[in-house]
């Protein structure tokens, strides 16, 4: 008797910008993308791509000085894919980098005229997808989209409803040539119940021993909010803002610091006891948060390993997002996407 192999998923080519610590590029490999290059300004997040998948091509170097014919493997790729920083709306928020940010997007729309990709994916903050204050910038890009051949849509997704156990919203473009936009269906929310910190985390708490860690689990019974990378330039590695850290204080984590090691067996477990007596969260369970897998590894120090899970694209969201693409560019993987 013959067996025959079972198929393999096309692989489709991508160009990955801002690429950060990976999690746009890994959810789209998850999603049949091979990236032909991968490019970013940071070395600490060259470093931890290189880490974690060798045979992928790193190019060090701010998306401003990137010039395509000294790279001609990323023309007629099937998906352009930037995780950009986030923009501000000038008229919003006057922040000193607000205008890089705001150049680093108008750059990746320009380098479609080069690239020429089949499909086009920008993950930036929710708001730039729905806010008036951010018309102007939504005009310009649809006026050049337009322009190229492209039709696009802006929507939001929440990571909480692909896998995620964070409430974390992203704004998200995706653009595709001529009437393949017509096939374009934006990811449905799962059926099953978001992930509660509790489930996500309750494995690593009791790693060394901490008799208390099932109960912790017990009452961490919601989603996290948003992670806060925070800023490059300033400050240690926390957990966000105050509405964070009073959101985590009640499901009794520390979010004012990231811990070196998860409780040991002599951690206290105190109602009474203020936030600095509860326990934080380390870097790496910070990344399951985010939808890393266990094995995804981060490069640098503390901080700057924080930093980097802190401003990821969740991977679970981004393969939802590649799923979706592929389809409508015809090349789905499996009948359930078809």
């Not at 007629?76 to 940010?101: F, H, I, N, W, Y």
């Not at 729309?109 to 204050?133: D, G, Q, S």
Request: charged residues 25%; glycine residues 8%; negative net charge.
């Amino acid at each position: 008797m013959v067996i025959m192999e079972e198929s393999q998923p096309e692989r489709l080519s991508c160009l990955a910008v801002c690429a950060g610590a990976g999690g746009l590029a890994l959810g789209l490999e998850q999603a049949g993308f091979e990236p032909v290059l991968l490019l970013d300004n940071r070395p600490v997040a060259c470093e931890t791509l290189r880490l974690n998948r060798p045979d992928w091509k790193v190019l060090e170097t701010d998306l401003l000085d990137f010039d395509p014919l000294d790279h001609q493997m990323v023309y007629d790729v099937d998906l352009l894919a930037a995780g950009l920083p986030r923009v501000k709306a000038s008229a919003a928020v006057k922040r000193e980098d607000s205008t890089e940010e705001l150049r680093l997007l108008e750059a990746t729309i320009m380098l479609m005229h080069a690239v020429r990709p089949r499909a086009l994916l920008i993950e930036n903050l929710p708001e730039l997808a729905t806010k008036p204050a951010f018309d102007p910038i939504r005009t310009t890009v649809a006026a050049e989209l337009e322009h190229l051949g492209y039709r696009h849509r802006w929507f939001v997704l929440n990571a909480m409803h692909h896998g995620v156990p964070q409430d974390r919203k992203h704004g998200i473009l995706v653009a595709l040539k001529g009437d393949a936009m017509d096939g374009f269906v934006e990811p449905a929310p799962e059926t099953a119940p978001p992930i509660t910190v509790g489930e996500a985390l309750g494995t690593s708490m009791a790693a060394r021993g901490w008799p208390h860690a099932t109960a912790w689990a017990a009452q961490a019974d919601r989603v996290a909010p948003t992670l806060v990378g925070g800023s490059w330039k300033r400050g240690g590695a926390d957990l966000g803002l105050t509405g964070s850290k009073r959101a985590w204080a009640r499901m009794r984590v520390n979010g004012g610091t990231v811990a070196d090691e998860v409780p040991g067996p002599d951690f206290p477990w105190d109602a009474s006891l203020g936030v600095k007596e509860m326990t934080p969260l380390t870097v790496e369970q910070t990344a399951r948060l985010q939808g890393f897998p266990a094995d995804w590894a981060f490069a640098g120090g503390k901080t700057a390993r924080y930093r980097q899970v802190g401003q990821a694209s969740p991977p679970p969201v981004s393969r939802a997002l590649g799923l979706a693409i592929r389809t409508a560019l015809g090349r789905p993987t499996d009948p359930e996407h078809r």
